[in-house]
């Protein structure tokens, strides 16, 4: 029974530095997170991961020194493993892009689905216009998530030239694509 009395204590002692350091970073963390990833679900479980992990390290009595940095570290392992799982293989599937911003939710009704369908239509066949230089640079910097000096190395074509192709894209989509982003504002 005395035995059980020091454990008891080193596990309330446990539990309080893991309240202690949950209040102390969880603000900061989840700030951190959300500028990395615009998915309200995938942060918080992110989130939700980083703080099990600390859970788990404390009960498996592995040292964690400085709480906030490990915390930070983890979260940008979550981060990058989101990432590496999402990143899209083909622009067919536009409904991986990161336009949620200003693209309706799907499930605000079904005016806001059809209106999301035809913005989705409309924005495929704006790439499929685009010359394919343009189009092939724009989806793999700005859909994939790819660097641009990745890219170079790849395709053999220099980081500058890939920039002003990007650059064209882009002026084109804005053009393009301006219509009907008023039309969807209205």
Known sequence: MEEALPLERLNAEQDRRLSEA???EKRRLRNFIRQRVPDDIDAEDILQDVF????????????????????????????????????????DNL????????????EAGPEAVFARSVLLDEIDAALS????????????????????????????????TLLSRKHYAVLYLRRRLRNVYDEWEK
Do not use: C
Not at 58 to 73: D, E, I, N, S, T
Not at 95 to 106: G, K, V
Not at 147 to 157: H, S
């Open 22 to 24: 949950f209040e102390r």
């Open 52 to 91: 099990s992990e600390l859970v788990e390290a404390y009960r498996l009595m592995k040292p964690v020194a400085h709480a906030g940095a490990w915390l930070f570290q983890v979260a940008r392992n979550r981060i990058t493993d989101l990432f590496r799982k999402r990143k899209p293989s083909a622009v």
């Open 95 to 106: 409904d991986d892009l990161r336009l949620e911003e200003w693209l309706p939710s799907s």
């Open 129 to 160: 216009e685009l010359p394919k230089a343009q189009r092939d640079v724009f989806i793999a910097h700005q859909i994939e998530g790819r660097a641009f000096k990745n890219l170079a190395e790849e395709t053999g074509v220099s980081v500058s």
